[in-house]
């Protein structure tokens, strides 16, 4: 590629556009047109060794490398936070090897890799989300052969994850499932939504923006394209359900966005906050304001019914 | 034919082969996941004989020594061969249900379409991808599309389809998920069906 080599930046010129060769890049395009033809069905791919770890992302990263252009706004979250290791890790790798603008705020970007939350604001049609996945095939933990989880999503033959479910119910009352919770796709394939929690499960269905999951280790990648029907798998008498808390966001109050614990001391103390970093901060812009803000008074630990009130 | 006689008639490729093929992949990316849903073709390119700007941008993005190219008699010319031979390093075969990517221009003979390769049940992506050369596509209701990627419903009219086609697209989505996904090209737009799609057509 001397044409590209020769258009890049000096600090670039070691790399192709976006670190992947050209070649490679096709390939992985070309698998991702099959995996949106086929929405929720693991298509294999040729994987390329990445200079990460496997379990940092690797899957990602090939699939945002192969979508990326020099006119998207990058942001990656891990765990719904902009700030952590993995995330700042791979937003530097685009900017030094793409030279593409990041974000940490949903709104302004164009394509979102995620490590295991879907944002809470709802994204658009013109956003592309891509899925870091560990493991790939939700039914690898009750068939651990490939030859016969291809045969049995070839088949429909999905009885075997209604049973895992079932054995769930059986010894603990509900389903226990909270997190990589198996999805029906378009009524034809189960697949798994990549460790999200299941809170996360409904944001998936019908939603206007493309989804792109990338396995590395595993070399599988598939996709749901926008306004696809995704139904978490349940059952009539034990219907699906999100997670809920009694308690607040510390930090901006909300009750509507998903919450992480974090433990305080060695007493007992913890407080809730949100795990969206960007949505968090946005309330607290807009004036929203939790029990274990900084600008709230000190000793108040129980939520303030007064904390909603500064936004109006 | 020596070498000389073979690269001086040739037409280039991308002006820029990163940038370029990652804009004509973002549009094919949201046409095969929105079916039905018309884009403009975002680089300019020159054709070869035989081909039209989107279809050669097409394959210049997404074929490589890895994907075999059939190419109909109405697209097989020496000028298409060679360039596609050139840019994309392809094999080119004769046999159509080798092909990766079959391309043709919508007043052919059609029959083809029924031997393109539409996958097995544990591997339905190895199948064909059918690239349509057409006049005109516009969005009047000639095709209701239906499915995933489709919100409510698109409408999509495409120049010169026979009812032929269109019977061999209804089933051609009952084989989910084998199947063939179409990508239809004018000189200027780009449009695709996904196997996905269910279509009425008017």
Redesign the interface.
Known sequence: ?E??VN?MDDTASAY???YLD??T???I???????????G?Q??FAGREMPMPYGWGTGGVQVTA?????QDTLKVIDQGADDTTNAVSIRQFFAKTANVATTEKTADASIIQTRHRIPERELREDQILVYQVPIPEPLRFLEPRETET??M???EEYGLMHVKLYEDIARHGHIATTYAYPVMV?D??VMDPSPTPKFDNPKMDNM?A?QLFGAGREKRIY???????VRSLDFEDHPFEVQSWDDECGMCGARDSYLDEVILDDKGNRMFVCSDTDYCTERQEAGHRGPQHHDQPLGSTKSSPNSEKAAE | MTLNAQTSDLLPGFDHAAFDSNAVFRVLLDAMSRPGRIYDLPVHITAPDGLNASATATLLAMADMDTTIWLSPGCATKAATAHLKFHCGSPITTNVAKADFAVARCDEDLSFITELSVGNAEYPDQSATLILLVDDVSESTEMICRGPGIKDTHNLAVAGLTPAFHAWRAENHHLFPCGVDVIFVTDTKIAALSRTTRIEVK
């Not at chain 1, 991702?32 to 033809?37: F, I, W």
């Not at chain 1, 192969?66 to 020099?70: D, E, K, L, S």
């Open positions: 590629m044409q590209t258009q192709n556009f976006a050209e070649q890049k096709r390939m395009r070309r698998a991702l047109l099959k995996a949106v033809a086929i929405p069905y298509v294999p192969a979508v990326i252009g020099p291809r045969k999503h070839a088949l378009d034809r394939y206007a493309l996709a749901l394209p926008p306004y696809t029907k």
